[in-house]
């Protein structure tokens, strides 16, 4: 089963935390279910590093964080995308896909 | 961006409490979600706990990241192991005394010593751009200052000063002051301005000008009340009257000289003013904005020259040497105390090298905790961290106890009173001190922490565990840093005892020095005759005769009088001809020091008088003129030849009035026992024919210590004239005593230091010793039980601390001999490679290193070997 897992590549989950919260406000959990969910539970994220990267964010400010109440009526702290955080997202998006193009145009021609 | 990230990690540490919470919270939150979705996807909440965790990782980790990239990390790890590293402190209270007292002297003898080369040598001099200021290094006389002030042009000015003794009257006893007799040029050099009034003007610097004073603000405070009115007003000086013009600043003092009241050259001597060779004033020189020395040297050089040429009977041997003012005020004390600061370094390093011995015991004694925190997942880095915490406060705590130390240690230090020392009233302990300690101390708990943390860090610590679990007695820390350790101490001590050695030995020899005469139970006071009321020579004799008749009436004491008193630091200089010689060429006659003499001198100093016949009472103005001689001036004016009977007089007399030589007096060390003595002549006060030698040195000896004597030698002087100040009142004893005081400090600071360095090094070795005695109880247990006598059991644990301490003094030989050649200007009569002493302090401390080793030795002798074997 644990093959079915990819982990992460370094410095990626920054990008993907940042792109999960460009959709909405969501706390700790909801990340990492969402990054799970959306990739089709091929990305693993390690859940205890999580939070590290979030601090980290919101340190940057690229993010913040507020408490409020969560699905289940627990109290839970949200973090949401700043305006900072979506210019870097937007920067981080586009290098990625250069990236990626430029990884996978090698892998297919050479 | 930069300052979001500053403000948020500000804001982290402010609401630190607060954080920890949330951040408890919101993991918490995610654990039981995550616990949730399990149970719901049909778990048992036991199972669905554990997995949630499982997957999440280490709960403290998590957290100790979070503080990380928060920014909070570092301040806030630094605050749990302080709260920590003070709590296990308290917890080992003998540990602590000893590593701070260890560090305290340390650090404390190295900030009281740095505390003065702060005070002497760094401090700038109290004027404006001082890096102009030069000095020159011989003495000139006012027309030759003016000449060379004209003829030169690299000096924005130039001023002289000549301190002399004048009365000031006027205002209940008489007191001697200290005149400054300036040119109008020094105080524009110095660049300094009267606090009040104005300064002396170049026009009334001149042959007739004004009689003025400026005030020094000591005086004027004491003296005068701090009256605010004072300039108009006329002040008693010698028997004349003085207007001040200005009172000086409270924190001004001359560069070199101490003075009470500035007066102009010309006012205050007008005699000596235009007398091109009496050389008597100290010069300073401010050069012009970006002149270089050496261009102002050569123009001084080529105004000597023209004054060699036009003024030969005077001028012939000028060679004026500037240097920079600072060098020429500190030159003399600045090798002494760069050794004593280099000494007292070395102290510290040993007592570093005690501290570092320390810290490493006590990491051993602690291995088990630390290593249960290390198999707990404490990281290394963090142990260091933590242990170089603990290094660092224990230093800091030291430095501030050394700190206290110091204090106690200048003080100390100003009541030994050394005569470069004298001019300062207090050595104060300014920012420069206490960055000195807090970089000091810092360094020294980083550094001497770090080496021991990091050697006994995980990596020996599991070497330390296996050791410790089955406690074989093999080879159980025999750490190589700790016999470095050791080996250095020893060394090092072994350098400061050599040091200490050689000066002690230089003072002996300077303390055996025969000073040609007996100090013992000689009084001794200076009077000056006011010119005004003793202008001719028959009055002063007068005065002379009738004072001396007076003091010898008294029973029990003998009293004499001479100008200038042996080792006080003055005396006149003539040059000599001698009858029947060809005379030398103008300027080049030899020079001997010449002193006028009243009463039985030789006989109440004990100078004993090698041939000839000493003065008598008929040897008296209207006789024949005759003079004593020393034996130096036998030797060398004289060699070969019987000297009684020779006429000698000052030379370019004219017509000669020849003073036969009628006797030779033994030497006497007049400049300073490690001095060579110079031609000298006595004559009688009565054939004098100089009248301005107005001032005299009573000399009286008393059988025993006259109670009163001073006060009823005083009574008798103002009963004659109660005008005329008496002051330089001290014994001969103490003349010499202050006239060594220089050696003596240096002897009494390095002794001490080598002897804190002997100690520090023997409890470094005794330390080393009773650990490992310690440590090897089961062993040695096992060797007594086997029939192991006394002899061999203190073999085995002496052996390595014998082994490394003679390493140490091996070492410290070399580097003594290496070393001790920077003292040479320290030591009198002494080589600073003296085999005797070297051998000596070798020996001394390998006898301290061995009772060092002993002492714990003795100790496993006492071990029984059910005892070792049961601690098992």
Same mark, same amino acid.
């Given at each position: 089963?644990?093959?079915?897992?990819?982990?992460?590549?370094?410095?990626?989950?920054?990008?993907?935390?940042?792109?999960?919260?460009?959709?909405?406000?969501?706390?700790?959990?909801?990340?990492?279910?969402?990054?799970?969910?959306?990739?089709?539970?091929?990305?693993?994220?390690?859940?205890?590093?999580?939070?590290?990267?979030?601090?980290?964010?919101?340190?940057?400010?690229?993010?913040?964080?507020?408490?409020?109440?969560?699905?289940?009526?627990?109290?839970?702290?949200?973090?949401?995308?700043?305006?900072?955080?979506?210019?870097?997202?937007?920067?981080?998006?586009?290098?990625?896909?250069?990236?990626?193009?430029?990884?996978?145009?090698?892998?297919?021609?050479? | 961006?930069?300052?979001?990230?500053?403000?948020?990690?500000?804001?982290? $540490?402010?609401?630190?409490?607060?954080?920890?919470?949330?951040?408890?919270?919101?993991?918490?939150?995610?654990?039981?979600?995550?616990?949730?979705?399990?149970?719901?996807?049909?778990?048992?909440?036991?199972?669905? =706990?554990?997995?949630?965790? $499982?997957?999440?990782?280490?709960?403290?980790?998590?957290?100790?990241?979070?503080?990380?990239?928060?920014?909070?990390?570092?301040?806030?790890?630094?605050?749990?192991?302080?709260?920590?590293?003070?709590?296990?402190?308290?917890?080992?209270?003998?540990? /602590?005394?000893?590593?701070? =007292?260890?560090?305290?002297?340390?650090?404390?003898?190295? /900030?009281?010593?740095?505390?003065?080369?702060?005070?002497?040598?760094?401090?700038?001099?109290?004027?404006?751009?001082?890096?102009?200021?030069?000095?020159?290094?011989?003495?000139?006389?006012?027309?030759?200052?003016?000449?060379?002030?004209?003829?030169?042009?690299?000096?924005?000015?130039?001023?002289?000063?000549?301190?002399?003794?004048?009365?000031?009257?006027?205002?209940?006893?008489?007191?001697?002051?200290?005149?400054?007799?300036?040119?109008?040029?020094? =105080?524009?050099?110095? !660049?300094?301005?009267?606090?009040?009034?104005?300064?002396?003007?170049?026009?009334? %610097?001149?042959?007739?000008?004004?009689?003025?004073?400026?005030?020094?603000?000591?005086?004027?405070? %004491?003296?005068?009340?701090?009256?605010?009115?004072?300039?108009?007003?006329?002040?008693?000086?010698? %028997?004349?009257?003085?207007?001040?013009?200005?009172?000086?600043?409270?924190?001004?003092?001359?560069?070199?000289?101490?003075?009470?009241?500035?007066?102009?050259?010309?006012?205050?001597?007008?005699?000596? *003013?235009?007398?091109?060779?009496?050389?008597?004033?100290?010069?300073?020189?401010?050069?012009?904005?970006?002149?270089?020395?050496?261009?102002?040297?050569?123009?001084?050089?080529?105004?000597?020259?023209?004054?060699?040429?036009?003024?030969?009977?005077?001028?012939?041997?000028?060679?004026?040497?500037?240097?920079?003012?600072?060098?020429?005020?500190?030159? @003399?004390?600045?090798?002494?105390?760069?050794?004593?600061?280099?000494?007292?370094?070395?102290?510290?390093?040993?007592?570093?090298?005690?501290?570092?011995?320390?810290?490493?015991?006590?990491?051993?004694?602690?291995?088990?905790?630390?290593?249960?925190?290390?198999?707990?997942?404490?990281?290394?880095?963090?142990?260091?961290?933590?242990?170089?915490?603990?290094?660092?406060?224990?230093?800091?705590?030291?430095?501030?106890?050394?700190?206290?130390?110091?204090?106690?240690?200048?003080?100390?230090?100003?009541?030994?009173?050394?005569?470069?020392?004298?001019?300062?009233?207090?050595?104060?302990?300014?920012?420069?001190?206490?960055?000195?300690?807090?970089?000091?101390?810092?360094?020294?708990?980083?550094?001497?922490?770090?080496?021991?943390?990091?050697?006994?860090?995980?990596?020996?610590?599991?070497? *330390?565990?296996?050791?410790?679990?089955?406690?074989?007695?093999?080879?159980?820390?025999?750490?190589?840093?700790?016999?470095?350790?050791?080996?250095?101490?020893? *060394?090092?001590?072994?350098?400061?005892?050599?040091?200490?050695?050689?000066?002690?030995?230089?003072?002996?020899?300077?303390?055996?020095?025969?000073?040609?005469?007996?100090?013992?139970?000689?009084?001794?006071?200076?009077?000056?005759?006011?010119?005004?009321?003793?202008?001719?020579?028959?009055?002063?004799?007068?005065?002379?005769?009738?004072?001396?008749?007076?003091?010898?009436?008294?029973?029990?004491?003998?009293?004499?009088?001479?100008?200038?008193?042996?080792?006080?630091?003055?005396?006149?200089?003539?040059?000599?001809?001698?009858?029947?010689?060809?005379?030398?060429?103008?300027?080049?006659?030899?020079?001997?020091?010449?002193?006028?003499?009243? #009463?039985?001198?030789?006989?109440?100093?004990?100078?004993?008088?090698?041939?000839?016949?000493?003065?008598?009472?008929? @040897?008296?103005?209207?006789?024949?003129?005759?003079?004593?001689?020393?034996?130096?001036?036998?030797?060398?004016?004289?060699?070969?030849?019987?000297?009684?009977?020779?006429?000698?007089?000052?030379?370019?007399?004219?017509?000669?009035?020849?003073?036969?030589?009628?006797?030779?007096?033994? @030497?006497?060390?007049?400049?300073?026992?490690?001095?060579?003595?110079?031609?000298?002549?006595?004559?009688?006060?009565?054939?004098?024919?100089?009248?301005?030698?107005?001032?005299?040195? $009573?000399?009286?000896?008393?059988?025993?210590?006259?109670? !009163?004597?001073?006060?009823?030698?005083?009574?008798?002087?103002?009963?004659? @004239?109660?005008?005329?100040?008496?002051? #330089?009142?001290?014994?001969?004893?103490?003349?010499?005593?202050?006239?060594?005081?220089?050696?003596?400090?240096?002897?009494?600071? $390095?002794?001490?230091?080598?002897?804190?360095?002997?100690?520090?090094? !023997?409890?470094?070795?005794?330390?080393?010793?009773?650990?490992?005695?310690?440590?090897?109880?089961?062993?040695?247990?096992?060797?007594? *039980?086997?029939?192991?006598?006394?002899?061999?059991?203190?073999?085995?644990?002496?052996?390595?601390?014998?082994?490394?301490?003679?390493?140490?003094?091996?070492?410290?030989?070399?580097?003594?001999?290496? =070393?001790?050649?920077?003292?040479?200007?320290?030591?009198?009569?002494?080589?600073?490679?003296?085999?005797?002493?070297?051998?000596?302090?070798?020996?001394?401390?390998?006898?301290?290193?061995?009772?060092?080793?002993?002492?714990?030795?003795?100790?496993?002798?006492?071990?029984?070997?059910?005892?070792?074997?049961?601690?098992?």
């Amino acid at each position: 089963m644990p093959s079915r897992f990819i982990d992460l590549p370094q410095g990626t989950l920054d990008l993907l935390i940042l792109r999960t919260l460009s959709l909405e406000p969501l706390h700790g959990w909801a990340v990492s279910e969402r990054i799970q969910q959306i990739s089709s539970d091929v990305l693993r994220v390690q859940q205890g590093s999580l939070y590290p990267a979030l601090h980290r964010l919101e340190r940057r400010g690229w993010i913040k964080a507020r408490w409020g109440t969560s699905e289940n009526n627990r109290k839970a702290k949200f973090y949401e995308l700043t305006k900072a955080g979506r210019r870097e997202l937007e920067i981080e998006q586009d290098a990625w896909q250069k990236l990626t193009a430029a990884v996978s145009q090698i892998l297919e021609t050479a | 961006m930069l300052l979001h990230d500053l403000l948020f990690r500000l804001r982290s $540490l402010m609401r630190r409490p607060a954080a920890e919470n949330e951040l408890d919270d919101e993991l918490r939150f995610h654990l039981e979600r995550q616990t949730d979705k399990y149970v719901r996807s049909g778990m048992s909440e036991p199972e669905a =706990l554990r997995r949630a965790r $499982l997957e999440f990782g280490g709960l403290d980790q998590v957290k100790d990241e979070c503080r990380e990239a928060r920014g909070v990390s570092f301040v806030e790890t630094l605050m749990q192991d302080l709260h920590y590293t003070s709590r296990t402190l308290l917890h080992a209270p003998a540990f /602590t005394a000893c590593a701070v =007292l260890t560090l305290a002297l340390g650090i404390g003898a190295n /900030t009281a010593i740095f505390s003065v080369v702060n005070r002497v040598l760094l401090n700038p001099l109290p004027y404006p751009n001082p890096q102009e200021l030069l000095a020159a290094r011989q003495n000139e006389s006012l027309p030759n200052l003016k000449d060379m002030q004209r003829q030169t042009h690299s000096f924005a000015s130039s001023g002289g000063v000549n301190i002399a003794p004048m009365d000031f009257t006027g205002n209940g006893e008489p007191v001697r002051v200290h005149a400054a007799w300036v040119d109008a040029g020094l =105080l524009v050099t110095l !660049g300094v301005q009267p606090m009040l009034g104005r300064w002396i003007s170049a026009d009334e %610097d001149v042959k007739g000008g004004a009689r003025n004073v400026v005030l020094s603000y000591p005086f004027w405070r %004491d003296f005068l009340g701090g009256d605010p009115h004072v300039l108009g007003r006329g002040i008693r000086l010698s %028997d004349k009257t003085y207007t001040v013009i200005g009172v000086m600043p409270r924190n001004f003092t001359l560069p070199k000289e101490l003075a009470d009241v500035f007066i102009s050259l010309w006012a205050g001597y007008p005699e000596a *003013a235009p007398e091109r060779g009496v050389h008597f004033m100290h010069t300073y020189w401010r050069l012009k904005p970006g002149v270089p020395l050496g261009q102002a040297q050569t123009e001084i050089a080529q105004a000597d020259h023209r004054l060699a040429e036009e003024f030969p009977d005077t001028e012939r041997e000028r060679g004026t040497v500037l240097m920079p003012l600072h060098e020429w005020l500190v030159g @003399d004390v600045r090798p002494a105390l760069l050794i004593l600061f280099g000494a007292v370094g070395l102290v510290l390093l040993i007592a570093c090298a005690n501290f570092a011995m320390l810290l490493m015991a006590r990491a051993l004694t602690r291995q088990r905790e630390l290593m249960i925190r290390a198999s707990l997942g404490a990281r290394n880095g963090r142990l260091i961290r933590q242990r170089l915490t603990e290094s660092t406060l224990l230093a800091l705590v030291g430095g501030a106890a050394g700190l206290m130390a110091a204090k106690a240690g200048t003080t100390l230090l100003l009541a030994l009173k050394p005569a470069e020392l004298r001019r300062l009233d207090a050595i104060p302990m300014d920012a420069r001190v206490f960055l000195f300690v807090f970089a000091i101390s810092l360094l020294t708990g980083l550094l001497f922490g770090l080496l021991p943390a990091w050697s006994a860090s995980r990596g020996d610590m599991a070497e *330390a565990l296996r050791e410790n679990a089955r406690t074989t007695a093999t080879g159980v820390s025999r750490s190589p840093f700790r016999s470095l350790l050791v080996t250095a101490e020893l *060394a090092l001590a072994l350098i400061l005892l050599a040091g200490a050695g050689l000066l002690i030995k230089g003072f002996l020899h300077l303390r055996s020095v025969d000073p040609g005469f007996n100090p013992a139970n000689v009084i001794t006071m200076y009077l000056q005759l006011p010119g005004t009321r003793y202008p001719q020579i028959p009055l002063q004799t007068n005065f002379r005769r009738e004072l001396l008749a007076r003091i010898n009436s008294f029973p029990g004491v003998e009293a004499a009088m001479i100008t200038d008193l042996p080792l006080a630091g003055n005396y006149v200089d003539h040059r000599v001809a001698i009858d029947g010689q060809p005379a030398p060429a103008v300027g080049a006659e030899p020079e001997v020091q010449t002193l006028s003499v009243m #009463g039985n001198y030789f006989g109440v100093m004990q100078i004993a008088l090698r041939t000839g016949r000493d003065f008598s009472a008929m @040897d008296r103005e209207g006789e024949p003129r005759v003079a004593i001689v020393n034996q130096a001036f036998v030797q060398q004016l004289l060699p070969g030849q019987d000297p009684i009977g020779i006429r000698i007089d000052w030379a370019r007399s004219n017509p000669h009035e020849w003073m036969t030589i009628i006797g030779v007096a033994g @030497d006497v060390k007049h400049s300073g026992l490690n001095q060579p003595v110079d031609p000298a002549v006595y004559a009688p006060f009565s054939q004098n024919d100089e009248a301005w030698r107005k001032w005299m040195t $009573l000399v009286i000896r008393t059988r025993v210590p006259v109670a !009163g004597l001073v006060e009823d030698v005083k009574k008798q002087v103002w009963s004659l @004239d109660s005008q005329i100040p008496v002051s #330089g009142i001290q014994s001969m004893d103490d003349l010499l005593a202050v006239s060594v005081a220089q050696q003596r400090f240096n002897v009494l600071l $390095l002794a001490s230091f080598a002897a804190l360095a002997v100690a520090l090094a !023997g409890v470094g070795i005794y330390g080393m010793v009773a650990y490992r005695v310690n440590e090897r109880t089961h062993e040695i247990g096992v060797y007594i *039980a086997l029939g192991a006598q006394q002899r061999d059991v203190l073999r085995l644990v002496m052996k390595d601390g014998v082994k490394l301490g003679l390493l140490g003094i091996v070492l410290g030989l070399a580097g003594a001999i290496a =070393l001790t050649r920077a003292m040479v200007s320290l030591l009198f009569e002494v080589n600073p490679t003296d085999p005797a002493t070297l051998i000596g302090v070798a020996l001394l401390l390998a006898a301290v290193a061995m009772l060092a080793c002993y002492i714990p030795a003795r100790r496993a002798l006492s071990i029984h070997p059910m005892t070792a074997l049961r601690r098992e």
